[in-house]
T-cell receptor, first 113, second 119 residues
Framework: NAGVTQTPKFRILKIGQSMTLQCTQDMNHNYMYWYRQDPGMGLKLIYYSVGAGITDKGEVPNGYNVSRSTTEDFPLRLELAAPSQTSVYFC????????????FGEGSWLTVV | AQKVTQAQTEISVVEKEDVTLDCVYETRDTTYYLFWYKQPPSGELVFLIRRNSFDEQNEISGRYSWNFQKSTSSFNFTITASQVVDSAVYFCALSEAANYGGSQGNLIFGKGTKLSVKP
């Protein structure tokens, strides 16, 4: 059972570089999310999508972009990486909206130097 | 505003002790959902339980139990006879049914409680 799969698991970026974190889910979930987790903190929502072609900002969207061309995939793009984007990133999905259990990928550790 | 508070930053116990992780939430919604997730040292987030605001029955699953009390806005998590494998960071989270300008279905997380179980 694959669930939510995100790649890469680890990455080191230089300041100003760009990259894309890939996320795919095989549960036919409509909703997908990107969260970031900073040390000693809970997770904060970056972007979310309620279906293919629909995306919206979460709590901390600055410096990121997303797209949702298919139900399965929800890539997160970091433009002009900054040290403040050093974090652990989690992709997640759920069948529907409020109250539906959100299932998480294994996380991507990103360091910007 | 919605908020989840886990006042215990770190807890350390010896194996076989019982331990309770506290969670207090704030919401203006009458319909909401509460969750607990476990994050072991390997880093993934594992779903443990979901509870809706209309169901105040306590839940027991093996060594795990949850006590939901709307009167005190609390959703506490107890591990009975703790084991080393229970060592992890545990997150309590809230999801509101209404969308008060926020993100639909989004989880509001507490900062987590790090549980260390020593042999």
């Amino acid at each position: 059972n694959a669930g939510v799969t995100q790649t890469p698991k680890f990455r080191i970026l230089k300041i100003g570089q760009s990259m894309t974190l890939q996320c795919t889910q095989d549960m036919n979930h409509n909703y997908m999310y990107w969260y970031r987790q900073d040390p000693g903190m809970g997770l904060k929502l970056i972007y979310y999508s309620v279906g293919a072609g629909i995306t919206d900002k979460g709590e901390v969207p600055n410096g990121y972009n997303v797209s949702r061309s298919t139900t399965e995939d929800f890539p997160l793009r970091l433009e002009l990486a900054a040290p403040s984007q050093t974090s652990v990133y989690f992709c997640a999905s759920s069948y529907g909206g409020p109250g539906n259990t959100i299932y998480f990928g294994e996380g991507s550790w990103l360091t910007v130097v | 505003a919605q908020k989840v508070t886990q006042a215990q930053t770190e807890i350390s116990v010896v194996e076989k002790e019982d331990v309770t992780l506290d969670c207090v939430y704030e919401t203006r919604d009458t319909t909401y959902y509460l969750f607990w997730y476990k994050q072991p040292p390997s880093g993934e987030l594992v779903f443990l339980i979901r509870r809706n605001s209309f169901d105040e029955q306590n839940e027991i699953s093996g060594r795990y139990s949850w006590n939901f009390q709307k009167s005190t806005s609390s959703f506490n998590f107890t591990i009975t006879a703790s084991q080393v494998v229970d060592s992890a960071v545990y997150f309590c989270a809230l999801s509101e049914a209404a969308n008060y300008g926020g993100s639909q279905g989004n989880l509001i997380f507490g900062k987590g409680t790090k549980l260390s179980v020593k042999p």
